[in-house]
């Protein structure tokens, strides 16, 4: 089957610097993507891997290893605003997204 | 319109009445989707559609059914609802669906409740 594994909640402080996890195990890949949504909100496009590396945009990175089915997108300089949930989402062979539950990040000042 | 818009916002409904959640996109997208979401499970796609006159099923198409008539809109019908059906219903579209980059593009949602 395929499964999206991230972790549910994780704390942070503002300012500082979180990573958050994710690993996939899916029927084909065609890239790996992470999406920000707030509470009560759209899920909003953050990043998109393919390949093998890093991505950064401004605060944010996102990390993909596809031979280890792993990715990590990476917060930094963090702000009260980052308090979200963020979604993994892995498009599969069909070029259909398989979707973790999302990971809830909780920003202490 | 600028993006994707989808009525009603939120819904409240009697078990076995028919249901048309409605997705209308402005971007001149071809693909177009449906998920719903739950909580502590992830966005679970329902339909989609490639281009205008097609529709494809996907992970739980169970209980709902699509239509599309042309590029921008996109309903989805509960001809019977039930309480399972409780849910956020997100329409989103995207450029084209087989190609890996292309960001989906959500609409903000639709919070169905079936009594």
């Known amino acids: 089957g395929q499964n999206i594994d991230q972790p549910t909640e994780m704390t942070a402080t503002e300012g500082a610097i979180v990573q958050i996890n994710c690993t996939y195990q899916?029927?084909?890949?065609?890239?790996l993507f992470w999406y920000q949504q707030h509470a009560g909100e759209a899920p909003t496009f953050l990043s998109y891997?393919?390949l093998d590396g890093l991505e950064e945009k401004g605060r944010f990175s996102s990390f993909l290893s596809r031979s280890k089915g792993y990715s990590y997108l990476l917060l930094k300089e963090l702000q009260m605003k980052d308090s979200a949930s963020y979604l993994c989402?892995?498009?599969?062979?069909?070029?259909?997204?398989?979707w973790g539950a999302g990971t809830k990040l909780i920003i202490k000042p | 319109i600028a993006g994707i818009t989808q009525a009603p916002t939120s819904q409240i409904l009697a078990a076995g009445r028919r249901m048309t959640l409605r997705c209308t996109q402005d971007?001149?997208?071809?693909?177009m989707y449906w998920y719903r979401q739950d909580l502590g499970l992830g966005l679970r796609l329902i339909h989609y559609?490639?281009?205008?006159?097609?529709?494809g099923k996907g992970e739980v198409p169970d209980g709902y059914s699509v239509s599309r008539a042309n590029t921008d809109d996109f309903p989805l019908t509960l001809a019977s609802a039930v309480p399972s059906q409780t849910s956020v219903y997100f329409c989103?579209?995207?450029?084209?669906?087989?190609?890996?980059?292309?960001?989906?593009?959500f609409g903000p949602g639709t919070r169905l409740t079936v009594l």
């Open positions: 971007m001149r997208h071809n693909a």
């Open positions: 989402a892995v498009m599969d062979s069909n070029y259909q997204l398989i």
């Open positions: 559609s490639n281009t205008a006159g097609t529709t």
């Open positions: 989103a579209s995207s450029d084209s669906i087989s190609s890996g980059s292309n960001e989906q593009f």
């Open positions: 891997n393919v």
């Open positions: 899916t029927s084909g890949f065609n890239g």
